[in-house]
């Protein structure tokens, strides 16, 4: 299969975009942030009739970080932002949010996997790898482009500080089966041959997830396992049967695929116009239930009903006392390497035709990974197995040109994985959550921390700062404290002086969530690991983007050197 590179791909998408005004300057660091009026964020609306073509204004990362570069960050999740229809989307305040982190003297926004989500709505359980989540597509810029109007969107109210999926799933796909219909029945027809060109371009990586979600919506989300034998195992003529029998279904995902993909070019190229890089995550693993295995069950460990032979998880750890149970299945390393692990690297670019750089979740399962037998209640029972190690990344540096790659390395890493990761100059992470345990040789104090890596408060796994400081031992408060060189202070002050210590550090890269930034507890935690229901549901406020607080970082930036 080709690999179609980023420029090229997003001809296509952003043909029908125009360019919102770029008048806006990155604050100074002394100055005073302005308020985020609602007049401010409609200037950035872009114009839909506009056929003006967009083209990134920055390169993309490659790995190492260079020497002497600094550069800070926020973490916030597409799905977390305001929005006025249950989710945060791709709409005006996702535009405003770009210009806050710019003027806040911010380089990098880093997103959760952008994939379409099934099971638990996890963003790390994607059902296709190639495809991305069209409930973040803004019902504002669908009303814009004359694709609906006003009143389709009017019938549901949401809550504001959390999402409930129950509620917003069914309307995104109420909104986008309007769109559809209205744009079979002539609306915007000039998007017609830039959507005939995007499905040409994107025909060889969604042809299958098109299909895999067209039989997942007519056998009521079933796992695919439970489908008709013949769709199981692929036969050719049941395939091209439920092609010609489900065209409309497949022609509207692909519809919504375009979309979002167009909404998120816009988006993006504000971002890069605004000197701003997005950082993005890519699991290692796939889901069980995903087109992935559906479609390519030769790459994986399965047995002769396509289920996992093994799972995957890490043995017991900081998150659990009884290790992770992901339950997602395991490549057949030995198989893709004989494509030149063909499906991987398209995998990567995939992701990174709409990103400057990827975070690859667990890095440590290129060593080894941690199989464990399926059915086992618990990981503990689990054996490290190896993984491709260096001849994959060998292989994707020649293929991409590069490896824009961030490494998570977090957990149990041993020297093997370290040696792999500094094999290719990957930077990887340390977490000040985890610093304070007053081990003096702890990787993750901030005296630790070396130039080619990316340093956290706290991660999208971590409690808050907040509530991690409310609920830590108080030797580990202590010890903050003591390494802040200042007398302790209240809760809210512990989670400044962490945000310091982030930026000071000689890490490249220092990244704040959004949480943090505002001094958030527990209740705004994004994820618990191990639990499986009712994660990934906080949201901010609209008053988020003015609070004080962009102030007080934007300061402490520009103190740590951290602004260009």
């Known amino acids: 299969m080709a690999i179609t590179t980023p420029n090229e791909t997003r001809l296509s998408i952003a043909a029908s975009c125009k360019l919102p005004s770029s008048s806006h300057r990155a604050n100074p660091g002394n100055s005073v942030l302005l308020p985020v009026t609602k007049w401010a964020r409609l200037q950035s609306r872009p114009d839909p009739q506009s056929e003006k073509i967009m083209n990134s204004v920055r390169p993309g990362f490659i790995a190492p970080f260079a020497p002497g570069y600094r550069a800070a960050g926020i973490l916030l999740h597409v799905t977390s932002l305001p929005s006025r229809f249950g989710i945060g989307d791709l709409g005006p305040w996702a535009f405003a949010w770009i210009d806050r982190l710019a ?3 911010q380089a ?4 959760l996997p952008l994939g379409p989500t099934g099971f638990g709505h996890s963003p790390y359980q994607a059902l296709s790898s190639f495809a991305a989540n069209t409930l973040v597509i803004s019902p504002d810029r669908l009303i814009e482009d004359g694709l609906l109007k006003a009143s389709d969107c009017d019938a549901e109210t949401f809550p504001s500080d959390y999402v409930d999926f129950d509620k917003v799933v069914p309307f995104k796909e109420q909104i986008l089966a309007r769109a559809w219909k209205n744009y079979r029945g002539g609306a915007r027809k000039d998007l017609k041959v830039v959507f005939e060109q995007f499905c040409h371009e994107k025909a060889s990586i969604q042809s299958e997830p098109a299909l895999f979600m067209a039989l997942r919506a007519k056998y009521q989300q079933a796992h695919f396992t439970a489908w008709p034998l ?7 003529g049941a395939v091209a049967t439920a092609r010609s029998e489900l065209a409309d279904a497949i022609d509207q995902f692909r519809f919504g695929q375009f979309l979002v993909l167009r909404q998120w070019t816009f988006l993006k190229e504000h971002a890069n116009r605004r000197g701003l890089r997005v950082l993005g995550d890519l699991p290692i693993f796939v889901s069980p239930d995903s087109s992935d295995v559906w479609a390519n069950p030769e790459l994986f460990l399965l047995d002769d009903q396509l289920k996992p032979k093994v799972v995957a998880g890490v043995p017991p750890d900081y998150f659990s006392a009884d290790g992770q149970l992901w339950g997602n299945p395991i490549y057949d390393w030995d198989a893709l390497k004989r494509t030149g692990y063909r499906w991987w690297i398209d995998r990567l670019q995939a992701r990174l035709n709409y990103l400057d750089a990827i975070r690859i979740d667990h890095f440590r399962g290129f060593e080894a990974a941690w199989h464990i037998p399926a059915g086992a209640p618990t990981a503990a029972s689990g054996q490290w197995v190896p993984g491709p190690g260096a001849d994959f990344f060998d292989k994707a540096r020649q293929a991409i040109g590069g490896l824009p790659l961030l490494a998570e390395d977090l957990g149990v890493i041993t020297p093997a994985v ?10 990887g992470m340390r977490v000040l959550q985890f610093a304070f345990n007053g081990d003096s040789n702890n990787p993750h104090l901030p005296h630790h921390c070396i130039h080619n890596g990316v340093v956290y408060t706290g991660t999208h796994d971590n409690d808050t700062t907040r509530g991690w400081y409310d609920a830590c031992a108080q ?3 202590d010890n903050l404290w003591r390494y802040a060189q200042r007398a302790p202070g209240e809760p809210g002050e512990a989670v400044w002086e962490m945000i310091r210590l982030a930026l000071d550090c000689e890490a490249a890269l220092a990244i704040v969530p959004l949480q943090d930034l505002l001094g958030l507890g527990s209740s705004a935690r ?5 639990h499986a229901h009712g994660q990934w549901r906080w949201r901010c406020s609209e008053g988020a983007l003015d609070s004080p607080a962009w102030q007080r970082l934007s300061e402490l930036t520009q103190r740590a050197r951290r602004v260009a």
């Open 103 to 105: 003027d806040a003297g």
């Open 108 to 111: 990098w926004w880093q997103v």
């Open 230 to 236: 013949a769709l199981v195992r692929r036969e050719p």
């Open 418 to 427: 370290t040696a792999l990761r500094d094999q290719f100059q990957l930077p």
């Open 475 to 477: 030797h580990e408060r």
């Open 526 to 530: 994004m994820n618990i690991p191990g």
